[in-house]
C-alpha cells in the first residue's frame, strides 16, 4: 500500500524530488504511519501504528518532505484506502473514523516542528 502511494506521488513532478535521496526515508516512515494509523482506525485489533510520537519530526528529516506529504498525500491515501474497505463489509462508523484519522495526520505533519 505504501508503495503504491509513493509510486502515484512520484509522478507528480513537484512531489518527486522529495521522494529521492535522503528525504525518501522520511517519506517512506511517514507515509507507512499515516496509512498505519487508517487501517487501525479501520481495524483497532491491528496495531500497525508506530503509537502517538511516530509521526514527530526525527532529527536530520527534511522539514520540507512533511509540508509536502502534508500537502498531498490525502487523496493517495484514501484511494488506496477505499481499495481494502471496497471489497469488504466495513461498518460506516469505521469508515468515517478512518477518515477523521487521516484528516488528524495530515494535519499533524503540516505543523511546524518544535525548535
Do not use: K, N
Not at 71 to 97: D, H, K, N, S
Request: glycine share 8%; aromatic share 4%; proline share 9%.
Amino acid at each position: 500500500m505504501v508503495a503504491g502511494v509513493l509510486h502515484r506521488m512520484a509522478g507528480m513532478a513537484d512531489v518527486a524530488p522529495y521522494l529521492r535521496g535522503p528525504s525518501r526515508v522520511a517519506a517512506v516512515r511517514l507515509t507507512g504511519e499515516v496509512l498505519s494509523r487508517c487501517l487501525d482506525a479501520l481495524e483497532p485489533e491491528g496495531s500497525l501504528s508506530g503509537g502517538d510520537d511516530a509521526l514527530r519530526p526525527r532529527a536530520g528529516e527534511p522539514a520540507a518532505v512533511r509540508t509536502v506529504l502534508a500537502r498531498v498525500l490525502g487523496r493517495f491515501a484514501w484511494e488506496q484506502l477505499t481499495e481494502v474497505i471496497g471489497p469488504f463489509e466495513v461498518p460506516p462508523l469505521a469508515v468515517c473514523r478512518s477518515a477523521e484519522v487521516l484528516f488528524d495526520s495530515l494535519v499533524e505533519l503540516a505543523r511546524p516542528a518544535p525548535h
